[in-house]
């Protein structure tokens, strides 16, 4: 179970704890390991703003993965219902060096309402491919640890308000650290964020998504051996959104609630759930989102 909690920290977003204190030696994934995260989430959208074109997921590394939404023309209600679906591979480079690559895919079925009338569709399609990296900076003793790592969007699939959709390169940068620190039987952890957007286009047209900052204190506390539960809140102040050169939200701050549980199923198999209730003006969203790691 020991290298159970060595994990949790590692992966943030459905951690597991615990009651030995955190080695950050055995944080990090062996030199030549190989570990295989797939997840999947349930995620429904409720839209204030019809131009919304991103929606923000916390990742497992630090930083924020996105799903590039359709942009919605016209003053409608909108509800959308999202299954979203990652694979993320991460490998030891060096003793406190790792680097992780993931790609995301999500299928939508969304309600569009305009004066009282609702038409439904569905859409499926692959999201984004980022490439990334997790140093140790310093280890826990006295202070806390701190790890800081960063990651870009090598591919993503961007939306425009015409309906037509196209692949854009190097669009999206996250730089991210996390600090922790173990008081017996207790893991507190804070990490914070930044993701930089540059301008998608398609001939005249543009969506230009504003600049993300994230901050995220979380606390994991060990039930059993095998069993740990989570709870934090994630702060979230997001720069104004363009869409074709018209800024369609103003800047704004939003908070989201996280509990979660892990469940170690076996030495190298390790099962993480947690559910996400966050509000901001764009949107609200109630997430559900499962994960798996499997150490090779």
Not at 85 to 110: C, D, L
Not at 270 to 288: C, L, M, P, W
Request: aromatic residues 16%; contains cysteine; glycine residues 6%.
């Amino acid at each position: 179970m020991r290298h159970c909690i060595f994990l949790l920290v590692w992966i943030v977003l459905c951690p597991l704890l615990y009651a030995k204190p955190v080695n950050i030696d055995e944080i990090f994934t062996k030199n030549r390991q190989l570990r295989l995260l797939p997840s999947f989430s349930y995620i429904n959208i409720n839209r204030k703003n019809p131009l919304l074109s991103l929606i923000t997921i916390p990742d497992i590394s630090g930083g924020n993965q996105v799903i590039n939404t359709p942009v919605v023309v016209g003053n409608q209600e909108i509800n959308q219902d999202y299954l979203y679906f990652s694979f993320n591979i991460r490998y030891g480079v060096y003793k406190r060096v790792e680097i992780f690559s993931a790609a995301s895919a999500f299928w939508q079925h969304s309600n569009i309402g305009i004066n009282g009338n609702f038409t439904s569709y569905n859409n499926g399609d692959f999201n984004s491919w980022n490439l990334g990296f997790l140093v140790q900076a310093k280890k826990e003793g006295k202070l806390p640890a701190l790890l800081v790592g960063g990651s870009a969007d090598l591919l993503n699939t961007s939306y425009f308000s015409n309906g037509n959709k196209n692949l854009q390169y190097f669009k999206g940068f996250s730089i991210f650290a996390t600090s922790f620190y173990t008081v017996d039987p207790l893991v507190f952890l804070i990490q914070a964020s930044f993701r930089f957007n540059l301008e998608n286009t398609l001939d005249a047209l543009s969506i230009n998504s504003g600049e993300i900052f994230t901050l995220n204190p979380m606390i994991y506390f060990a039930v059993s051996p095998y069993i740990s539960l989570n709870f934090g809140i994630r702060y979230q102040y997001r720069t104004r959104d363009r869409v074709d050169g018209i800024i369609t939200s103003a800047p704004g701050s939003s908070v989201a609630y996280t509990f979660g549980m892990a469940y170690e199923i076996k030495s190298r198999l390790i099962f993480f759930a947690d559910v996400e209730r966050f509000d901001s003006n764009e949107y609200t969203s109630n997430a559900i989102n499962l994960t798996l790691s499997y150490r090779i």
